[in-house]
C-alpha cells in the first residue's frame, strides 16, 4: 500500500461506512468494526512508511498547491491518527454492546444514527489531520463540529439537547472566526499553503489581526480557559461512547491546528509574550477545572471538568517549547500528554457508562459499594486516574529538571 | 479598479461580522441568533470578494470566489443543522417535565 493509498484509505473508508451504515442501519456494527479495521491498518502503515521515508504528500486528482488539495502526513499528524484510530477501535468495540444493552425502542433509535455520526466524526477527524492548508482545515473543523454537535443531541433529552444547542452556537461562530482569519491571511500571504506560509509571512498589523481571530475560534472549540463553559454539560449528558469520543478527540482537533499555525506556519509570531498567554490561560485552566471537578456531584461532571484541567495543561506546551532551551523534550512531553489523556479520559467515560447503566445514576454520595457490583469497571477507572495524575508528576517535576523552566 | 474600493468593502464585511456577532451574543432569541450567525458568514464572505479584487488587473483573484461557494454550502449545512436542533430542544422543553433534567 502506498502512502496515498493509506491517507486515501483513512479518509475514504470510514466516509464511505457513513453513508452505508445511514442507508443500511442493520450493518452499523459490522460496517464500523471494519472501518476500524482498514483505519488501524492505513494508520501503521502510513506510520512506517513517514518512519522511513518523511514527509509524505498526495496531490488529490493531480492538482497540488497552492490550488489543489493536498493530503500531507508527518509526524505529528501520524501522531494524531493513531491516537485517533486506538480510541476509534476502542469505542467501536465498547460500543457493539452498550445499545443493546437498553432493550426498548428509543435505544435502538439512538443507536441507528450513533453509527453513522460516529463514523462520520472519525472522518473528518482523519481528513483534518491530513490536511495540508488553512482552507481545508476550516472545511473540515467544520464537519468535525456538525458531527459533535449532534451526537451530543443523540441523547435527546432536555439537559441533552440544551447542551448541544449551546455548543452549536459556540461551534459555529468560533468558525467563522477562524474562516475570516484565514480570509485575512490569504489576502496578506496570497497562500494557505501551509508550508509556504512561513515563507511568504511578514509580521505586521493584518496579520497579528488574522492570527488573533483565528486563535480565539480555536481556542473557543479547544475549551481553554474562560471559554470552556460549553463543555462540562455538553460532555456529561452524551452517552458513555460519545462523551469518550468527545473529550478524548474533539477538542484536540482545534489544539493541533493551534499547533501548527504558531509553530509551523508563523513561527515569527510566536513572541515570549503571545506564550505566556497561553501559559497563562492554560494555568488558569488548570486551577479552575480542577477545583471545579472537586465540587461537583456527579461523576460525568467530575470527569468532564478534568478535561477542561487536562486542556490547560496541554496549552502549558506553547511557553515551553518557545522557551529555546529544552524546547523539544515539553514538545514531546506534551504530545505524550495528549495521547495518554485520549486514552485515559476514554477509559473513564467508558467505565463511567457501565457504573451509570449498572447504578441507574452516576450521583458520586451514592454510588457506595459500587466496586463489589463491578469490581472490573471500577479497577479500570482507577488506573486511568493514575494514569492522569501519574503521566502529571514526571511531566511537573521532571521538566524544570531538564533545563526547561 | 482604484485602490480604496476594496478596502471599502472589506471593511463593510468586518462591519457586518461585528453587528452579527454582537447579535448572536445580546439575542435570546433561538432563531435570532442563528440569523445574526448568518449575518456574520456573510460579512466573511464580503471580505473574501473584496480581497479577491486586490490583485491588479481587471481580473479579480479567483481563488476565494472558489472558497465563498465552499463556505457558502458549509453555512446552509450549518443553518440546517442549527433550525434542526432548535425545533428538537423546543419539541423537548414543551413535554419536559418539572425536575426531569436535574
Not at chain 1, 75 to 99: D, E, H, K, P
Not at chain 1, 268 to 292: D, K, N, R, Y
Request: aromatic share 10%; glycine share 10%; with cysteine.
Amino acid at each position: 500500500m502506498t502512502s496515498a493509498w493509506a491517507m486515501a484509505s483513512l479518509v475514504l473508508s470510514p466516509l464511505v461506512a457513513a453513508a452505508l451504515t445511514f442507508a443500511f442501519p442493520r450493518l452499523g456494527r459490522s460496517l464500523a468494526l471494519g472501518t476500524a479495521g482498514v483505519a488501524g491498518l492505513a494508520v501503521v502503515r502510513l506510520m512506517r512508511l513517514v518512519f522511513a521515508g518523511g514527509v509524505q504528500t498526495h496531490r488529490v486528482s493531480g492538482w497540488g498547491a497552492p490550488l489543489g488539495i493536498e493530503l500531507r502526513a508527518d509526524g505529528l499528524s501520524v501522531l494524531m491518527l493513531i491516537v485517533t484510530a486506538l480510541i476509534g477501535v476502542a469505542i467501536a468495540l465498547y460500543s457493539q454492546r452498550y445499545f443493546v444493552s437498553e432493550h426498548d425502542d428509543e435505544a435502538r433509535h439512538r443507536e441507528r444514527y450513533f453509527w453513522p455520526l460516529f463514523l462520520f466524526l472519525w472522518t473528518a477527524l482523519n481528513a483534518l489531520y491530513l490536511s495540508a492548508d488553512i482552507f481545508n482545515l476550516y472545511v473540515t473543523l467544520e464537519m468535525l463540529g456538525f458531527a459533535a454537535v449532534t451526537l451530543v443531541a443523540l441523547a435527546g433529552t432536555h439537559a441533552a439537547l440544551t447542551a448541544a444547542l449551546r455548543y452549536v452556537f459556540v461551534s459555529l461562530s468560533a468558525s467563522l472566526f477562524y474562516l475570516l482569519g484565514v480570509g485575512l491571511v490569504y489576502g496578506q500571504c496570497g497562500t494557505v499553503d501551509l508550508p509556504s506560509l512561513a515563507a511568504q509571512a511578514r509580521p505586521g498589523p493584518a496579520l497579528w489581526v488574522a492570527l488573533a481571530l483565528m486563535t480565539g475560534g480555536l481556542v473557543a472549540k479547544a475549551a481553554l480557559f474562560p471559554l470552556h463553559g460549553w463543555l462540562p454539560p455538553a460532555h456529561a449528558n452524551a452517552p458513555a461512547p460519545v462523551s469518550a469520543l468527545l473529550s478524548a478527540l474533539v477538542v484536540k482537533a482545534p489544539f493541533y491546528i493551534l499547533l501548527r499555525l504558531w509553530f509551523e506556519a508563523f513561527p515569527a509570531l510566536m513572541t515570549p509574550a503571545v506564550a505566556q498567554v497561553f501559559g497563562a490561560l492554560g494555568a488558569a485552566a488548570i486551577l479552575w477545572g480542577s477545583v471545579h471537578a472537586l465540587f461537583q456531584p456527579r461523576l460525568k461532571l467530575v470527569i468532564a471538568y478534568s478535561t477542561v484541567a487536562q486542556l490547560g495543561y496541554l496549552f502549558l506546551l506553547f511557553p515551553l517549547t518557545a522557551a529555546q532551551e529544552g524546547g523539544f523534550m515539553a514538545w514531546s512531553g506534551g504530545l505524550m500528554l495528549l495521547g495518554a489523556h485520549a486514552c485515559a479520559k476514554t477509559a473513564m467515560f467508558l467505565t463511567a457508562g457501565n457504573i451509570l447503566h449498572a447504578a441507574g445514576h452516576d450521583r458520586i454520595e451514592d454510588l457506595d459499594g459500587i466496586t463489589h457490583i463491578l469490581p472490573v469497571s471500577v479497577f479500570a477507572f482507577g488506573l486511568a486516574g493514575m494514569s492522569l495524575i501519574g503521566l502529571d508528576c514526571p511531566r511537573a517535576a521532571g521538566l524544570p529538571g531538564n533545563g526547561c523552566c | 479598479m482604484p485602490d480604496a474600493d476594496y478596502r471599502i468593502y472589506a471593511l463593510a464585511g468586518m462591519a457586518l461580522f461585528a453587528i452579527g456577532f454582537y447579535s448572536m451574543l445580546v439575542q435570546a432569541h433561538l432563531l435570532r441568533r442563528i440569523m445574526a450567525l448568518n449575518v456574520m458568514g456573510s460579512g466573511v464572505f464580503l471580505v473574501y470578494i473584496a480581497l479577491g479584487a486586490q490583485t491588479p488587473g481587471p481580473i479579480p483573484d479567483p481563488v476565494p470566489h472558489a472558497m465563498v461557494l465552499t463556505g457558502i454550502v458549509v453555512s446552509v449545512c450549518a443553518t440546517g443543522l442549527a433550525l434542526a436542533l432548535v425545533d428538537r430542544a423546543q419539541a423537548a422543553a414543551s413535554e419536559v417535565e418539572p425536575g426531569d433534567d436535574a
